[in-house]
């Protein structure tokens, strides 16, 4: 067995493991449900370190976020489906009325959890279109009339300023929900993405162990529209990551915490689980 395909089976949470398995060629859909609804609370939101980072076991909008990506994966959008007609009806009620969602939450700070999570007030809870362009883009794909409310951040984003490393994906997958329902996107947005691409990639392997912006963070099994002019840059990430794998089949992520010493050994665990599938499908591009 393949060294990383064997750390998978002995590390990751089972919804990853299930996951994985889906997404090589085994029907998994059932049971990544019944693996995500140990994540959902009685709101219809997703907490319970779904989101590995954050050991909280309140709803938020980043922990709902994380399951939409699970969804995403077994292609699954049916509200008539309990799991995403809840999840959908704690997304609509926890909108601003700006129409975004926060990134953090205050129900966090009690808990253990990665510094960025920490909410230090009302005036930071924003982190642009992170994770507002993704989540509008599930609630399309899951056939709600957000059409315009994207249309509009759409425009914002193309016509704005520089965006953050956390938006770029983001805004990656609201392209992709558009062009899957066979929506011209809006004018600009194309371009805006491939700029912003250019912008935040890091092409120094040098600095790959930093967290930054790696191909891979763009171009795993998503997105391949924007991958062509960075084809010799994605083949040395791939020599990178073939000359950096441990010996038991693993990566190492590229951040940690400041503090929980205990749970961030937990959760750094299933990140390399999570990274170590991620860069599969990467070596395997």
Known sequence: MDP?????????????????????????????LTALAAYQNDDGGFGWAIEPDNFSPHSTPIGTWRATTALREIDCYDRDVPLVG????YLLATRRPDGRWNATDPSTNGYPHAPWW????????????????????????????????????????????????TELPCALDLYDDLRALGVEPPAGFADRL??????????DPARWGDYVVRPSSLFGPGHREF?????ELIAAEQDH?????????????????????????VAKNWWKAILARDYLDFLAR
């Open 4 to 32: 990383t395909v064997a750390f998978i089976r002995r590390n990751a949470r089972p919804l990853e493991l299930l996951l994985f398995e889906h997404s090589r060629g085994q029907d998994r859909r059932e049971q990544v």
């Open 86 to 89: 809840r999840a959908v009806d």
């Open 118 to 165: 920490q909410d230090t007030g009302p005036d930071d809870r924003v982190w642009g279109i992170n994770p507002t362009a993704a989540l509008l883009g599930y609630l399309l794909r899951a056939g709600l009339p957000v059409a315009d409310e994207a249309t509009a951040l759409i425009e914002r984003y193309v016509a704005g300023g520089p965006v953050t490393m």
């Open 194 to 203: 491939a700029g912003d691409i250019d912008a935040l990639l890091e092409r």
């Open 227 to 231: 991958a062509t002019p960075y084809a």
């Open 241 to 265: 990551l073939r000359r950096t794998r441990n010996p038991d089949g693993s990566w190492e992520p590229n951040w940690q915490w400041d503090a929980h010493p205990q749970e961030w050994a």
